[in-house]
Every structure is written in structure tokens, then in C-alpha cells.
């Protein structure tokens, strides 16, 4: 009965190469999220949508592209996987705002996966 | 444009004693803040946030915050912590529109020895 889960956990792959990280939230919200932790922990928003739009693009590189299937699914695919692609990538999800819920709503987090870029 | 400052990079501690992490924030709108907490090889999890209300915030684990206007502060306390609490605790301020994301500052290791 996880909340969010993401698959796979690890991904090691070789540069150049096309993968996908997929996210599922069972929690029935609205809104999900994509971070990227650097090596140094450092956490950075790359994209949010909310019932299936498109809200934040970060500045990340086109090779990145979000897509969701619908409200549960959030899932990340990266082309020509680059070096510095390597990071642990966590998915969110929460409540949309309304109003009754005016307040930012707590984001729940995935487990992350572990990319590494050889 | 909203930021986030951990002043402390790492902190150790003994077990039992007491424990503050910092955090400062800037934002030129309302203010929403909260504290993560990440264990090894885990995803973040909730420690506690201000939204609005009283200023002494008390989360899961016998953590508190207060939230400070006038020093733009949001500083974590623990009173007595244990060997368990040792993790990265990440202080993030919020916006308040649709799929607006965490601003996250760069973490804390709290390092808990016995």
C-alpha cells in the first residue's frame, strides 16, 4: 500500500542511452512532482503537473520530457542519457489547491531512483 | 524570488543532548514553510510545516519549529535526540499557486553519536 512509487529503484546505463522512470501515487491527488538530488543532496524542482497539465518546466534540457497518462502516473523519460544526468530522481504528489484547501498541501514523496550514467 | 538558507552543513551531537538546525528564508510573498527529513537511501518525509497560526510548530518525532518574521527564521529544536535521528533535514518555502514546487535549501547532516 506504498503512496508513491517509483520504478525502477536503480538504473545503471550507459551514456547515450534512452530510459524511463515511472511514478505512481495511489494517494488520489491532484498535482505530482519530478526533483533531481545532485551528488552533493542538493534537491531542485524539474517539473510539476497538475491533473495532467503541465504547470512548472524548470530550466532542464530538452532530453527530458514528463508525461502523464493521467492523474496517478507522472513518468519521466531521458533521452541521450549524458554523465551528468547521474542523480537520484524523486517523484511527489499532492492535494490540488481549492477553496476549502488554500494552503500549500504537503508533498509526498517516492522512495527516489538511483541513476547512474557510465 | 523565494530562497532558502541552512547555515550548518553538518551537525554532530551526542545522544540525548539538544539540537538546533537553521534555517533562514526570503520571500517577498506569503510565507509557507516545512522541514524534510531524509533518511540513507530513502525518499523525504514530513517533519513538520507553518502554513499560518500559532509560530511554535510541533511535528512527528518530538521536533518543533518556530517561525520568526522579524529574523525571517525557521529554525528546527529537538530537546533529546536519539542515534535514529541521524538523517538530512532539508528546510523548503512554498508558493501558494497550483503545482508550485518546494524551494529547498541544501540540507543538513545531523550526525547523532552515542
Known amino acids: 500500500d506504498t503512496a508513491v512509487s517509483q520504478t525502477p529503484k536503480y538504473l545503471v546505463t550507459q551514456m547515450g542511452n534512452d530510459k524511463s522512470i515511472k511514478c505512481e501515487q495511489n494517494l488520489g491527488h491532484d498535482t505530482m512532482y519530478w526533483y533531481k538530488q545532485d551528488s552533493k543532496k542538493f534537491l531542485k524542482i524539474m517539473f510539476s503537473y497538475n491533473n495532467k497539465e503541465l504547470i512548472i518546466n524548470e530550466t532542464v534540457p530538452n532530453r527530458f520530457s514528463p508525461k502523464s497518462p493521467d492523474k496517478a502516473h507522472l513518468n519521466l523519460h531521458i533521452n541521450s542519457l549524458e554523465l551528468g544526468d547521474s542523480a537520484v530522481y524523486f517523484c511527489?504528489?499532492?492535494?490540488?489547491?481549492?477553496?476549502?484547501?488554500?494552503?500549500?498541501?504537503?508533498?509526498?514523496f517516492g522512495p527516489g531512483t538511483r541513476l547512474l550514467v557510465l | 524570488a523565494q530562497s532558502v538558507t541552512q547555515l550548518d552543513s553538518q551537525v554532530p551531537v551526542f545522544e540525548e543532548a539538544p539540537v538546533e538546525l537553521r534555517c533562514n528564508y526570503s520571500?517577498?510573498?506569503?510565507?509557507?514553510l516545512f522541514w524534510y527529513v531524509q533518511y540513507p537511501n530513502q525518499g523525504l518525509q514530513l517533519l513538520l510545516k507553518y502554513l499560518s497560526g500559532s509560530t511554535l510548530v510541533k511535528g512527528i518525532n518530538g521536533f518543533e519549529a518556530e517561525f520568526n518574521k522579524s529574523q525571517t527564521s525557521f529554525h528546527l529544536r529537538k530537546p533529546s535526540v536519539h542515534i535514529s535521528d541521524t538523517a538530512e533535514y532539508f528546510c523548503?518555502?512554498?508558493?501558494?499557486?497550483?503545482?508550485?514546487?518546494?524551494?529547498f535549501g541544501k540540507g543538513t547532516t545531523l550526525s547523532v553519536s552515542s
Open positions: 511527489a504528489s499532492s492535494q490540488e489547491l481549492s477553496r476549502t484547501r488554500r494552503f500549500p498541501q504537503t508533498q509526498y
Open positions: 523548503a518555502v512554498s508558493g501558494n499557486q497550483a503545482g508550485t514546487a518546494l524551494i
Open positions: 520571500s517577498s510573498v506569503s510565507v509557507y
